[in-house]
């Protein structure tokens, strides 16, 4: 499936209001209703649309602090990746796990009540983590820009 500019603009609208009404996107669009909702269907049947959700405020969920965190591995087999990725995947408190290139093998974003909650994380899970050789950690002072919207 090609997107063209219509598709495009529906994504970019839904990116920033997800709730939005489907009279609301194909007045914003410049459909008619009927049109607008079988585009959105077919966007979603085609994978473009992978869910809906809520973005929640961290502070309000007392989760303010953010921590991202290296891990360099002692191996690259198969094996290591696998049972790395299985038990991180589990850890509540990381938002995000990505397989990097370069000095660490994996990059983690971790939200944590506060430094004294970190070391909970740290010590009860993350120091748990099979098949690390090396981890370190970085405690965000304050996020500048963030976003959820991929360029469209």
Known sequence: MTLDATDRRILSALQKRGRMPNAELSEA????????HRRV?????AGY????????DARKMGVPT??????????QADEVL?????AVARIPDVLEC??????????????????????RIHRQHLARLPGVAQMQSSFALRTVFKTTALPV
């Open 98 to 119: 990505h397989l990097m290139a370069g000095t660490a093998d994996y990059i983690l974003k971790v939200v944590a009540e506060g430094t004294e909650d970190f070391a």
């Open 82 to 86: 696998e049972a790395f990725e299985k």
């Open 29 to 36: 669009v410049h459909l008619s209703a009927s049109a607008c």
């Open 41 to 45: 269907q077919r966007l979603e049947e």
């Open 49 to 56: 649309i992978r869910d809906y959700v809520a973005l929640l």
């Open 66 to 75: 953010t921590v991202f965190v290296e891990i360099t591995l002692q191996g």
